[in-house]
């Protein structure tokens, strides 16, 4: 845990608005507590680390409030609205968009219609419309299709926009996913493990992206990571979990340091 911390906490606005309130939250598998009372806040525009060691239940809450999973007690607020029996869809109809820890995207489509895919919860015209080709499909299309060349532009796609996803080495996969979610136009993005598989530079590189895009699309981050240098420099606070417990949050050099969180990550708190 002694990673350097290059955030620049006076940045940090005391009064911004809640944008994600998690409150109470618990589930449970066959008897076995995954999250167990879980309460956060991340304000609109932070970036906020969730960390813990493998099996805390960072992934488990990500898919709670994407409602891949349902949760038993407590209350998850997105935006003012309860996201208490909220579609999968929905969640992306009002804001949150996602990418995973396993790649999910379509191996055998190009870059540039997987990113596509990520703008249909914007889509106003349903499969009718575009199967009769009625008036205002070919404006939406173009549309999305301008939104998906700025996403390939602005995370230096271009040359690979055309080919088949399934060609691309996993680090621009990566990016590829991220555009997606991008293209979702979301008020906050659920970034699951971003840096799993990438090397020292991609991951140095990648900081620096989710500091751009929170800036560029005045986004809020949630980020789950294991690469403890990435979250404590970008983030601006940071949320620790241990079997299924909150045992920490606060800025990241608090967190850091705090003696449940060194106990978790190496078994001591000296």
Do not use: W
Request: charged fraction near 20%.
């Amino acid at each position: 845990m002694s990673t350097p911390d290059t955030f620049d906490e006076s940045r940090l606005s005391a009064d911004a608005p809640v944008l994600l309130s998690v409150s109470q939250v618990t589930v449970a598998f066959r008897g076995i507590v995954a999250l167990d009372g879980v309460s956060f806040n991340v304000q609109k525009g932070q970036i906020v680390g969730l960390i813990g060691p493998n099996g805390a239940g960072k992934t488990t809450l990500f898919n709670c409030l994407s409602r891949l999973y349902a949760y038993s007690n407590g209350q998850i607020y997105f935006d003012g609205q309860s996201l208490d029996g909220m579609t999968r869809h929905k969640t992306a109809e009002i804001g949150i968009g996602r990418t995973f820890q396993n790649l999910a995207l379509y191996k055998t489509m190009s870059v540039l219609d997987n990113i596509k895919v990520g703008s249909h919860c914007r889509a106003k015209k349903g499969f009718l419309d575009h199967a009769l080709r009625l008036p205002g499909v070919s404006q939406e299309e173009a549309k999305i299709h301008n939104n998906a060349m700025q996403l390939v532009e602005f995370l230096d796609l271009q040359s690979v926009a055309r080919r088949k996803v399934s060609d691309l080495p996993f680090g621009t996969q990566k990016r590829v996913e991220l555009a997606r979610a991008l293209a979702s136009q979301p008020k906050l993005l659920l970034l699951d493990e971003p840096a799993a598989g990438l090397n020292h530079e991609e991951v140095s590189d990648l900081g620096d992206l989710i500091k751009r895009i929170c800036d560029e699309f005045k986004l809020t981050v949630l980020l789950v990571e294991h690469h403890m240098s990435l979250v404590m420099s970008v983030s601006d606070k940071v949320v620790a979990l241990n079997f299924g417990k909150k045992i920490a949050d606060d800025t990241p050099s608090k967190v850091r340091q705090h003696p449940d969180v060194i106990q978790a990550y190496l078994g001591s708190s000296k």
